[in-house]
């Protein structure tokens, strides 16, 4: 199986704050990787999928990169809504298994 | 607007079942890949299963493999989770979830509220 490491179990950031969470695949995954947002309380949100592709009605100030075994999400402009755990999750090969979440904290 | 709603979850001793179900509406519900993640209390997400579009091809996490089972009836717009064998461990809030592109794999983009499955002794 693919493990997805998040290495940041949480983030501390204020709104207006530009911030970057990474997530690692433990062997290639090209760019098969999705980021979701869980608000507390709330089912996972799709942010972005293919590693850079925005899924609509998602900001543009949400900037996914990355391919092979790096990527990263990055978050311009911090506003209330953007608070909560972000999850990386690789669609390479099943089991599509997810990180284990970086909860971006006021 | 896509909507998915789960039930059948409930509370069970260990070695007991469950059937979960998840209806569907407002999108063509036999062109896309269905999943089944599951989130334990207060932790991270875990994906459970998929189902292909017709039904022909499913795949699963090793830890539920020959105890859960992933189906769907298109007939019925719906989805199913046959749960046997329960353990602690598979004690979560389980969500259904719609694949994002026609007849394929890969992100989820629609997922429902939950249905919450406990197994205590």
């Known amino acids: 199986d693919i493990q997805m490491t998040q290495s940041l179990p949480s983030l501390s950031a204020s709104m207006g704050d530009n911030v970057i969470i990474t997530c690692r695949a433990s062997?290639?995954?090209?760019?098969?990787l999705n980021w979701y947002l869980q608000r507390p309380g709330k089912a996972p949100k799709l942010l972005i999928y293919?590693?850079?592709s925005l899924e609509a009605g998602v900001p543009s100030r949400f900037r996914g990169s990355g391919s092979g075994t790096d990527f990263a999400l990055t978050i311009s402009s911090l506003e209330p809504g953007d608070f909560g755990t972000y999850f990386c999750?690789?669609?390479?090969?099943?089991?599509?298994?997810f990180g284990q979440g970086t909860k971006l904290e006021v | 607007e896509v909507k998915l709603v789960e039930s059948g979850g409930a509370v069970v001793k260990p070695g007991g079942s469950l059937r979960l179900a998840c209806e569907a509406s407002?999108?063509?519900?036999?062109?896309?890949?269905m999943h089944w993640v599951r989130q334990p209390p207060g932790k991270g997400l875990e994906w459970v299963a998929l189902i292909s579009w017709d039904g022909s091809t499913v795949h699963s996490i090793d830890s539920v493999r020959g105890r859960f089972t992933i189906s769907r009836d298109n007939s019925k717009n719906s989805l199913y989770l046959q749960m046997n064998d329960l353990k602690s461990e598979d004690t979560a809030l389980y969500y259904c979830a719609k694949g994002r592109a026609r007849q394929s794999y890969g992100s989820i983009d629609s997922w429902g509220q939950g249905t919450m499955v406990g197994v205590f002794s």
């Open positions: 293919g590693a850079s």
């Open positions: 407002e999108f063509m519900f036999d062109d896309y890949t």
């Open positions: 999750q690789q669609s390479y090969s099943v089991p599509y298994i």
């Open positions: 062997r290639n995954i090209a760019n098969y």
